[in-house]
């Protein structure tokens, strides 16, 4: 029953072979090259990208798993949300191969297969849904930051996400004030281990209001502010893996925090976490340290599966299929500004 998944909503062009949960193959080609230069993805760009890639990524796919087109049972992609021209590609690739074999064609939520992602674990990557427990997950990456109330499996609730910049965002550009190439997370990441966290005390955005929304410009511009009152940080390796060290413990103390406190206001026993900015070091420790204290358990998504990868969209078509839920019609079109509710 193998089902073939496209994901290019933003700038990785992905194709995924599943079966039974199972994923047999989850090639991703990442643009991060093609837009570094512009310090930012271009939306243009990344289409015209994931145009020239489609194919070819989806037959390394096919060729990975060793599956044929005959034998797919199902096609899936990410209808929304995401650009709206690269959405395009993955739909109406993935569309078209669903017409032309006469299968089911599945279109996914983007944030919805992020929000499963932590339940794929082990290479190659099984789905474990019968371990799956209510949770509050939380979704970080360069394009969103969002904390989820999972109530059960496949039944979500929105508390709260980001007012402006995204963490991932937020990394990024104040990389890019320290003359970091794009994208800036994990150089912060490596130059912050070496560095001592409380060297300067930057602001901690929205740690205590209530809510469970977030908010990093404002850490952006004091850093800013920072560097241009003391530019000779730059110039002093110590120094810049110092303010590197603050900036991470300033947005991992706000993302723990916040997980945390929503998890236990809502009762649920479980954590998760996944997105791009969960491979950062620092907010691995700090979530596995307080969860531990905390008495809640936690599953952070694997490596491979935090950046987006169509993997995590075919194992939700997966399940969905499975379920019963329904599948989309092929003259669908793409849903860019989707929301989670
Ligand atoms: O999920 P992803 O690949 O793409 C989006 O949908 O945005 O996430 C990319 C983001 C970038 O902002 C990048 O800087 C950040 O994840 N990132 C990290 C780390 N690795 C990736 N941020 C902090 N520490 C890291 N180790
Ligand atoms: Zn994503």
């Known amino acids: 029953m193998p089902l073939l998944a496209f994901e290019t909503s933003c700038d990785e062009t992905s194709a995924a072979v599943v079966e039974r949960g199972r994923v047999l193959s989850n090639i991703v080609s990442s643009q991060i ?42 096609v899936a992609a990410t209808q929304g949300p995401g650009l709206p021209n690269a959405l395009i590609v993955g739909l109406k690739t ?9 299968r089911p064609f599945v279109g996914i939520h983007h944030h919805e297969a992020h929000l499963y992602s932590p339940w794929i674990q082990g290479d190659p990557p099984v789905a474990d849904f019968l371990e799956f427990e209510p949770n509050v997950s939380l979704i970080v990456s360069g394009g969103h930051t969002m904390l989820v109330h999972v ?30 190439a794009y994208p800036a997370g994990p150089e912060i990441d490596r130059l912050a281990e070496q560095g001592n966290p409380s060297a300067f005390a930057f602001p901690r955005p929205m740690l205590r209001e209530p809510d469970d929304d977030f908010s990093f410009s404002g ?30 413990a300033a947005i991992v103390e706000v993302l723990v ?25 620092a907010l691995r420790r700090q979530l596995t340290d307080a969860c531990r204290r905390e008495g809640l358990r936690l599953r952070l998504a694997q490596a491979s599966l935090c950046t987006d990868n169509a993997g995590m969209i075919g194992i939700l078509a997966d399940e969905k299929l499975r379920l019963n839920l329904g599948t989309t019609a092929l003259d669908e079109e793409i849903r860019p500004g989707w929301s989670l509710e």
């Open 257 to 281: 925090t916040k997980t945390i406190r929503a998890a236990q206001r809502l009762g649920v026993g479980c954590v998760t976490a996944s997105g791009g900015v969960t491979c950062n070091r």
């Open 94 to 102: 993935a569309q078209a191969l669903a017409f032309a074999l006469r």
């Open 151 to 180: 109530q059960e499996k496949l039944t979500h609730h929105l508390l709260g996400s980001t007012l402006d910049d995204a963490a991932g965002e937020c990394f990024d550009k104040i990389g890019k004030l320290m003359g970091m």
């Open 219 to 248: 850490l952006k511009t004091s850093v800013r502010y920072h560097l241009r009152d003391h530019p000779e940080v730059l110039d002093h390796a110590q120094a810049l893996r110092d303010v590197c060290a603050s900036v991470q």
């Open 33 to 74: 090259r093609l837009h570094a230069e512009y310090g930012g993805v271009v939306p243009e760009l990344a289409a015209r990208e994931h145009l020239r890639q489609v194919i070819p990524i989806c037959r390394a796919a096919l060729r990975q798993a060793g599956v044929s087109p005959e034998r797919l049972d199902a």
